[in-house]
Protein backbone atom coordinates (compact mmCIF):
# COMPACT_ATOMS: atom_id res chain seq x y z
CA UNK A 1 0.00 0.00 0.00
CA UNK A 2 1.35 3.41 -0.72
CA UNK A 3 1.68 5.89 2.05
CA UNK A 4 -0.58 7.91 0.65
CA UNK A 5 -3.33 5.78 1.11
CA UNK A 6 -2.12 4.54 4.71
CA UNK A 7 -2.05 7.99 5.41
CA UNK A 8 -5.42 9.09 4.08
CA UNK A 9 -7.24 5.59 5.27
CA UNK A 10 -6.50 6.87 9.03
CA UNK A 11 -7.72 10.56 8.49
CA UNK A 12 -10.85 9.82 7.01
CA UNK A 13 -11.86 7.61 9.76
CA UNK A 14 -11.56 11.44 11.28
CA UNK A 15 -14.51 12.11 9.90
CA UNK A 16 -16.54 9.90 11.70
CA UNK A 17 -15.25 10.82 15.33
CA UNK A 18 -17.90 12.66 17.76
CA UNK A 19 -17.06 16.22 17.45
CA UNK A 20 -15.23 16.22 20.61
CA UNK A 21 -12.75 13.78 19.34
CA UNK A 22 -12.34 14.84 15.73
CA UNK A 23 -9.42 16.75 14.69
CA UNK A 24 -9.21 19.28 11.29
CA UNK A 25 -6.26 16.84 9.87
CA UNK A 26 -9.07 16.17 6.99
CA UNK A 27 -9.74 19.82 6.61
CA UNK A 28 -5.95 20.40 5.77
CA UNK A 29 -5.89 17.56 3.39
CA UNK A 30 -8.93 18.49 1.62
CA UNK A 31 -7.55 21.97 1.48
CA UNK A 32 -4.25 21.23 -0.31
CA UNK A 33 -5.72 17.91 -2.30
CA UNK A 34 -4.91 20.19 -5.58
CA UNK A 35 -1.17 20.10 -4.65
CA UNK A 36 -1.35 16.36 -5.58
CA UNK A 37 -2.88 16.76 -8.64
CA UNK A 38 -0.29 19.62 -9.51
CA UNK A 39 2.25 16.76 -8.57
CA UNK A 40 1.18 14.54 -10.71
CA UNK A 41 0.04 16.54 -14.27
CA UNK A 42 3.40 18.29 -13.84
CA UNK A 43 5.48 14.85 -13.26
CA UNK A 44 3.50 13.71 -16.32
CA UNK A 45 4.62 17.02 -18.20
CA UNK A 46 8.08 16.31 -17.33
CA UNK A 47 7.38 12.54 -18.99
CA UNK A 48 9.23 11.38 -15.73
CA UNK A 49 7.86 8.34 -15.88
CA UNK A 50 8.52 7.57 -19.37
CA UNK A 51 12.21 8.64 -18.73
CA UNK A 52 12.06 6.18 -16.12
CA UNK A 53 10.69 3.46 -17.56
CA UNK A 54 12.57 0.00 -17.45
CA UNK A 55 15.27 2.15 -15.42
CA UNK A 56 16.65 2.77 -11.91
CA UNK A 57 18.23 6.09 -11.52
CA UNK A 58 20.13 7.79 -8.88
CA UNK A 59 19.17 11.37 -8.05
CA UNK A 60 21.53 12.95 -10.09
CA UNK A 61 21.00 10.68 -13.33
CA UNK A 62 17.15 11.38 -12.48
CA UNK A 63 17.48 14.86 -12.84
CA UNK A 64 19.61 14.92 -15.81
CA UNK A 65 17.24 12.72 -17.60
CA UNK A 66 14.23 14.79 -16.75
CA UNK A 67 16.20 18.00 -17.28
CA UNK A 68 15.76 20.11 -14.50
CA UNK A 69 18.24 20.45 -11.42
CA UNK A 70 18.89 18.34 -8.31
CA UNK A 71 17.30 20.55 -5.71
CA UNK A 72 13.83 20.44 -6.86
CA UNK A 73 14.21 17.34 -8.90
CA UNK A 74 14.78 15.93 -5.17
CA UNK A 75 11.54 17.24 -4.08
CA UNK A 76 9.49 15.94 -6.85
CA UNK A 77 10.66 12.60 -6.99
CA UNK A 78 10.39 12.16 -3.24
CA UNK A 79 6.99 13.21 -3.30
CA UNK A 80 6.22 11.24 -6.03
CA UNK A 81 7.34 8.23 -4.34
CA UNK A 82 4.94 9.12 -1.10
CA UNK A 83 2.41 9.12 -4.16
CA UNK A 84 3.12 5.87 -4.60
CA UNK A 85 3.65 6.71 -8.63
CA UNK A 86 7.68 5.53 -7.83
CA UNK A 87 9.68 3.55 -5.58
CA UNK A 88 13.01 4.23 -3.84
CA UNK A 89 15.61 1.68 -3.82
CA UNK A 90 18.99 1.89 -2.14
CA UNK A 91 19.13 5.84 -3.53
CA UNK A 92 17.92 4.94 -7.43
CA UNK A 93 14.37 6.31 -8.23
CA UNK A 94 12.05 3.81 -10.36
CA UNK A 95 8.70 3.80 -11.68
CA UNK A 96 5.61 1.51 -9.15
CA UNK A 97 3.95 -0.86 -11.04
CA UNK A 98 0.94 2.10 -11.51
CA UNK A 99 3.39 4.32 -13.14
CA UNK A 100 4.64 1.64 -15.39
CA UNK A 101 1.77 0.59 -16.66
CA UNK A 102 -0.37 3.53 -17.25
CA UNK A 103 2.20 6.41 -17.24
CA UNK A 104 5.00 5.59 -19.81
CA UNK A 105 3.53 6.62 -23.59
CA UNK A 106 3.00 4.88 -25.72
CA UNK A 107 2.11 1.67 -23.74
CA UNK A 108 -1.16 0.51 -24.84
CA UNK A 109 -3.23 2.22 -21.43
CA UNK A 110 -1.28 5.11 -21.15
CA UNK A 111 -3.40 7.78 -18.91
CA UNK A 112 -1.24 11.00 -19.44
CA UNK A 113 -3.71 12.51 -22.17
CA UNK A 114 -6.54 12.52 -19.70
CA UNK A 115 -3.66 13.70 -16.93
CA UNK A 116 -2.67 16.86 -19.40
CA UNK A 117 -6.47 17.23 -19.91
CA UNK A 118 -6.84 17.43 -15.98
CA UNK A 119 -4.38 20.71 -16.49
CA UNK A 120 -6.76 22.30 -18.35
CA UNK A 121 -9.65 21.13 -15.62
CA UNK A 122 -7.27 22.58 -12.81
CA UNK A 123 -7.63 26.32 -14.83
CA UNK A 124 -11.12 26.29 -15.30
CA UNK A 125 -11.68 25.22 -11.54
CA UNK A 126 -10.10 28.10 -10.88
CA UNK A 127 -13.36 29.78 -11.65
CA UNK A 128 -15.15 28.02 -9.85
CA UNK A 129 -16.42 30.81 -7.17
CA UNK A 130 -17.46 32.74 -10.28
CA UNK A 131 -19.13 30.19 -11.44
CA UNK A 132 -21.50 29.32 -8.58
CA UNK A 133 -22.32 33.01 -8.36
CA UNK A 134 -23.15 33.53 -11.56
CA UNK A 135 -24.71 30.24 -12.54
CA UNK A 136 -22.84 30.31 -16.22
CA UNK A 137 -20.23 28.19 -17.45
CA UNK A 138 -16.58 29.43 -18.28
CA UNK A 139 -16.10 30.73 -21.64
CA UNK A 140 -14.47 28.17 -24.10
CA UNK A 141 -14.52 26.20 -27.24
CA UNK A 142 -16.42 22.72 -27.46
CA UNK A 143 -14.02 20.01 -27.45
CA UNK A 144 -14.74 19.21 -30.92
CA UNK A 145 -15.10 22.01 -32.62
CA UNK A 146 -11.13 22.04 -34.04
CA UNK A 147 -9.62 18.96 -35.50
CA UNK A 148 -6.59 19.24 -32.68
CA UNK A 149 -8.43 19.74 -29.75
CA UNK A 150 -11.45 17.08 -30.43
CA UNK A 151 -8.18 14.93 -31.11
CA UNK A 152 -6.76 15.59 -27.15
CA UNK A 153 -9.85 15.26 -25.72
CA UNK A 154 -10.41 12.42 -27.35
CA UNK A 155 -7.58 10.55 -26.61
CA UNK A 156 -8.21 11.85 -23.11
CA UNK A 157 -11.51 10.26 -23.35
CA UNK A 158 -10.19 7.34 -24.34
CA UNK A 159 -8.10 6.63 -21.35
CA UNK A 160 -10.65 7.42 -19.30
CA UNK A 161 -13.03 4.42 -20.81
CA UNK A 162 -10.64 1.84 -21.74
CA UNK A 163 -11.47 0.59 -18.25
CA UNK A 164 -15.11 1.10 -18.41
CA UNK A 165 -14.90 -0.63 -21.91
CA UNK A 166 -13.46 -3.76 -20.52
CA UNK A 167 -15.40 -3.77 -17.47
CA UNK A 168 -18.79 -3.88 -19.39
CA UNK A 169 -17.79 -6.36 -21.45
CA UNK A 170 -17.19 -8.74 -18.70
CA UNK A 171 -20.15 -7.71 -17.12
CA UNK A 172 -22.95 -7.75 -19.69
CA UNK A 173 -23.49 -11.30 -21.52
CA UNK A 174 -25.07 -10.41 -24.82
CA UNK A 175 -26.78 -12.94 -27.06
CA UNK A 176 -25.15 -14.92 -29.70
CA UNK A 177 -27.77 -13.77 -32.31
CA UNK A 178 -26.50 -10.89 -35.04
CA UNK A 179 -26.39 -8.19 -32.83
CA UNK A 180 -26.52 -4.18 -34.45
CA UNK A 181 -25.22 -2.00 -32.12
CA UNK A 182 -25.40 1.54 -32.10
CA UNK A 183 -22.64 3.88 -29.47
CA UNK A 184 -24.17 7.17 -29.28
CA UNK A 185 -21.37 10.18 -28.54
CA UNK A 186 -18.90 7.06 -29.20
CA UNK A 187 -15.86 9.18 -28.52
CA UNK A 188 -12.70 7.01 -29.81
CA UNK A 189 -15.26 3.79 -29.97
CA UNK A 190 -13.61 1.85 -27.33
CA UNK A 191 -16.46 0.42 -25.86
CA UNK A 192 -17.73 -0.47 -29.14
CA UNK A 193 -14.77 -2.11 -30.17
CA UNK A 194 -13.84 -3.69 -26.80
CA UNK A 195 -17.42 -5.63 -27.61
CA UNK A 196 -16.95 -6.13 -31.20
CA UNK A 197 -13.93 -7.81 -29.96
CA UNK A 198 -15.39 -10.45 -27.83
CA UNK A 199 -18.67 -10.88 -29.97
CA UNK A 200 -18.32 -11.84 -33.37
CA UNK A 201 -22.03 -11.31 -33.75
CA UNK A 202 -22.08 -7.57 -33.21
CA UNK A 203 -21.61 -5.06 -36.14
CA UNK A 204 -21.44 -1.27 -34.50
CA UNK A 205 -21.80 2.39 -35.08
CA UNK A 206 -19.82 4.73 -33.38
CA UNK A 207 -22.03 7.91 -33.69
CA UNK A 208 -20.46 11.42 -32.89
CA UNK A 209 -18.91 14.88 -34.76
CA UNK A 210 -17.01 14.29 -37.38
CA UNK A 211 -14.01 15.55 -36.04
CA UNK A 212 -14.23 12.67 -33.31
CA UNK A 213 -14.88 10.29 -36.30
CA UNK A 214 -11.66 10.88 -37.65
CA UNK A 215 -10.32 9.65 -34.50
CA UNK A 216 -12.49 6.82 -33.52
CA UNK A 217 -11.83 5.24 -37.21
CA UNK A 218 -7.64 5.32 -36.47
CA UNK A 219 -8.58 3.29 -33.30
CA UNK A 220 -10.65 1.07 -35.23
CA UNK A 221 -8.58 0.42 -37.83
CA UNK A 222 -6.40 -1.43 -35.49
CA UNK A 223 -8.63 -3.51 -34.17
CA UNK A 224 -8.90 -7.15 -35.36
CA UNK A 225 -13.18 -6.58 -35.70
CA UNK A 226 -12.38 -3.47 -37.88
CA UNK A 227 -14.31 -4.76 -40.47
CA UNK A 228 -17.36 -4.76 -37.97
CA UNK A 229 -17.11 -1.46 -37.12
CA UNK A 230 -18.32 2.02 -38.61
CA UNK A 231 -18.37 5.67 -38.02
CA UNK A 232 -21.48 7.76 -38.44
CA UNK A 233 -20.81 11.52 -38.51
CA UNK A 234 -23.94 13.65 -37.11
CA UNK A 235 -25.85 15.58 -34.56
CA UNK A 236 -27.48 13.58 -31.72
CA UNK A 237 -29.64 16.58 -31.14
CA UNK A 238 -31.02 16.26 -34.55
CA UNK A 239 -31.37 12.31 -35.06
CA UNK A 240 -30.05 9.00 -34.63
CA UNK A 241 -30.02 6.30 -37.40
CA UNK A 242 -32.47 3.38 -36.41
CA UNK A 243 -32.86 -0.74 -36.45
CA UNK A 244 -30.12 -1.03 -34.19
CA UNK A 245 -30.80 -3.93 -31.15
CA UNK A 246 -28.20 -2.19 -28.41
CA UNK A 247 -27.48 1.17 -27.80
CA UNK A 248 -24.73 2.85 -25.50
CA UNK A 249 -24.86 6.28 -23.98
CA UNK A 250 -21.15 6.38 -22.17
CA UNK A 251 -20.50 9.70 -20.38
CA UNK A 252 -23.09 11.84 -22.40
CA UNK A 253 -25.84 11.98 -20.26
CA UNK A 254 -23.97 14.36 -17.73
CA UNK A 255 -23.49 16.84 -20.63
CA UNK A 256 -27.01 17.73 -20.79
CA UNK A 257 -30.19 19.31 -18.64
CA UNK A 258 -33.00 16.98 -17.38
CA UNK A 259 -35.15 17.93 -20.47
CA UNK A 260 -32.23 17.67 -23.35
CA UNK A 261 -31.24 14.13 -21.51
CA UNK A 262 -35.29 13.26 -21.69
CA UNK A 263 -35.42 14.14 -25.66
CA UNK A 264 -32.09 12.18 -26.67
CA UNK A 265 -33.48 9.41 -24.57
CA UNK A 266 -36.83 9.12 -26.67
CA UNK A 267 -34.47 9.15 -29.86
CA UNK A 268 -32.59 6.23 -28.56
CA UNK A 269 -36.10 4.95 -27.87
CA UNK A 270 -37.24 5.27 -31.77
CA UNK A 271 -33.89 3.69 -32.89
CA UNK A 272 -33.79 0.34 -31.36
CA UNK A 273 -35.99 -2.49 -32.74
CA UNK A 274 -38.48 -3.90 -30.34
CA UNK A 275 -36.39 -5.81 -27.12
CA UNK A 276 -33.77 -3.11 -28.04
CA UNK A 277 -31.25 -2.41 -25.21
CA UNK A 278 -30.11 0.82 -23.95
CA UNK A 279 -27.15 0.83 -21.91
CA UNK A 280 -26.04 3.82 -19.90
CA UNK A 281 -23.04 4.77 -17.91
CA UNK A 282 -22.56 7.72 -16.39
CA UNK A 283 -21.42 8.73 -12.90
CA UNK A 284 -24.37 8.22 -10.91
CA UNK A 285 -25.39 10.03 -8.34
CA UNK A 286 -26.72 8.22 -4.75
CA UNK A 287 -30.50 8.83 -4.47
CA UNK A 288 -29.92 11.90 -1.91
CA UNK A 289 -27.99 13.25 -4.70
CA UNK A 290 -25.46 13.56 -1.66
CA UNK A 291 -22.63 10.94 -2.83
CA UNK A 292 -20.77 9.19 -3.91
CA UNK A 293 -17.88 11.98 -3.40
CA UNK A 294 -16.81 11.76 -7.32
CA UNK A 295 -20.25 12.18 -8.86
CA UNK A 296 -21.06 15.00 -6.60
CA UNK A 297 -17.73 16.91 -7.58
CA UNK A 298 -18.54 16.05 -11.29
CA UNK A 299 -21.33 17.51 -11.38
CA UNK A 300 -19.52 21.02 -10.17
CA UNK A 301 -17.11 20.11 -13.23
CA UNK A 302 -20.14 20.45 -15.24
CA UNK A 303 -21.34 23.45 -13.96
CA UNK A 304 -18.05 24.90 -14.95
CA UNK A 305 -17.76 23.36 -18.62
CA UNK A 306 -21.33 23.34 -19.82
CA UNK A 307 -24.43 25.62 -19.24
CA UNK A 308 -26.96 22.82 -18.08
CA UNK A 309 -24.82 19.75 -17.19
CA UNK A 310 -24.79 18.00 -14.37
CA UNK A 311 -24.64 14.44 -13.22
CA UNK A 312 -28.06 12.45 -12.33
CA UNK A 313 -29.24 9.50 -9.54
CA UNK A 314 -30.02 6.00 -10.98
CA UNK A 315 -33.51 6.94 -9.85
CA UNK A 316 -33.99 9.87 -11.92
CA UNK A 317 -32.58 8.09 -15.15
CA UNK A 318 -35.17 5.47 -14.30
CA UNK A 319 -38.02 7.67 -14.04
CA UNK A 320 -37.34 9.13 -17.64
CA UNK A 321 -36.70 5.72 -19.37
CA UNK A 322 -39.97 4.52 -17.34
CA UNK A 323 -42.08 7.29 -18.76
CA UNK A 324 -40.58 6.60 -22.11
CA UNK A 325 -41.84 3.18 -22.55
CA UNK A 326 -38.99 1.62 -21.25
CA UNK A 327 -39.26 -2.24 -19.10
CA UNK A 328 -36.44 -4.42 -16.90
CA UNK A 329 -34.77 -1.21 -15.66
CA UNK A 330 -31.90 -1.63 -13.54
CA UNK A 331 -29.00 -0.38 -11.97
CA UNK A 332 -26.00 -1.67 -11.25
CA UNK A 333 -21.98 -0.24 -10.12
CA UNK A 334 -19.80 -1.54 -12.52
CA UNK A 335 -16.34 0.25 -12.28
CA UNK A 336 -14.60 2.77 -10.19
CA UNK A 337 -16.56 5.98 -10.14
CA UNK A 338 -18.74 4.48 -13.10
CA UNK A 339 -22.43 2.97 -12.98
CA UNK A 340 -24.91 1.74 -15.64
CA UNK A 341 -28.37 2.02 -15.91
CA UNK A 342 -30.41 -0.74 -18.74
CA UNK A 343 -33.58 -0.80 -20.02
CA UNK A 344 -35.17 -3.19 -22.67
CA UNK A 345 -37.76 -1.13 -25.62
CA UNK A 346 -41.05 -2.53 -25.19
CA UNK A 347 -42.88 -5.52 -23.06
CA UNK A 348 -41.81 -9.07 -24.83
CA UNK A 349 -38.34 -8.98 -24.82
CA UNK A 350 -35.87 -11.32 -25.46
CA UNK A 351 -33.29 -9.61 -23.70
CA UNK A 352 -34.60 -9.52 -20.06
CA UNK A 353 -32.65 -12.15 -18.83
CA UNK A 354 -29.55 -10.86 -19.58
CA UNK A 355 -28.53 -9.06 -16.15
C1 LIG B 1 -17.65 12.85 -22.74
S1 LIG B 1 -17.40 12.27 -24.35
C2 LIG B 1 -17.78 10.54 -24.19
C3 LIG B 1 -17.10 9.71 -25.23
C4 LIG B 1 -17.33 8.19 -25.08
N1 LIG B 1 -18.72 7.83 -25.14
C5 LIG B 1 -16.71 7.70 -23.80
O1 LIG B 1 -17.41 7.34 -22.85
O2 LIG B 1 -15.45 7.69 -23.76
C6 LIG B 1 -18.84 12.89 -25.19
C7 LIG B 1 -18.82 12.61 -26.68
O3 LIG B 1 -20.04 13.09 -27.26
C8 LIG B 1 -19.72 13.70 -28.50
N2 LIG B 1 -20.79 14.66 -28.83
C9 LIG B 1 -21.08 15.81 -28.16
N3 LIG B 1 -22.14 16.43 -28.75
C10 LIG B 1 -22.50 15.66 -29.81
C11 LIG B 1 -23.52 15.76 -30.79
N4 LIG B 1 -24.40 16.78 -30.79
N5 LIG B 1 -23.62 14.79 -31.73
C12 LIG B 1 -22.74 13.74 -31.73
N6 LIG B 1 -21.76 13.59 -30.81
C13 LIG B 1 -21.64 14.54 -29.86
C14 LIG B 1 -18.37 14.36 -28.24
O4 LIG B 1 -17.68 14.64 -29.45
C15 LIG B 1 -17.68 13.31 -27.39
O5 LIG B 1 -16.97 12.39 -28.17
Same mark, same amino acid.
Do not use: M, W
Given at each position: MARIEREWSTKM?? *????SKEADPSVIMEMNTAFWISRTLQVANELEIFTKLSGKCLALEDAAKAIEIPPRPAEMLLNACVALGLLEKENGCYKNSNLSEK??? *?? *?????GYMIAHGVQLSEYWSKLGEVVKNNKPIEHSAPFEDEETARMFTLAMHSGSTPTAKALVDFIPLPHTPIKLLDV /? +? /?? +?VISIKLAEKYPNISAVVFDTPNVCKVAQEFINQSPASNRIKTYAGDYTKELPKGFDVVILSN??? +? *?GVQNCISLLKKVYESLNQSGLVIILDFLLDDDKCGPVFPTLFALNMLIATPEGGTYSGAEIKQWLEDIGFNNIKKEPLIGNTSMVLGVKGKNDRNKNLF
Open positions: QN *KNKTYLV *KD *KPEYF /G +G /GS +GILH +G *K
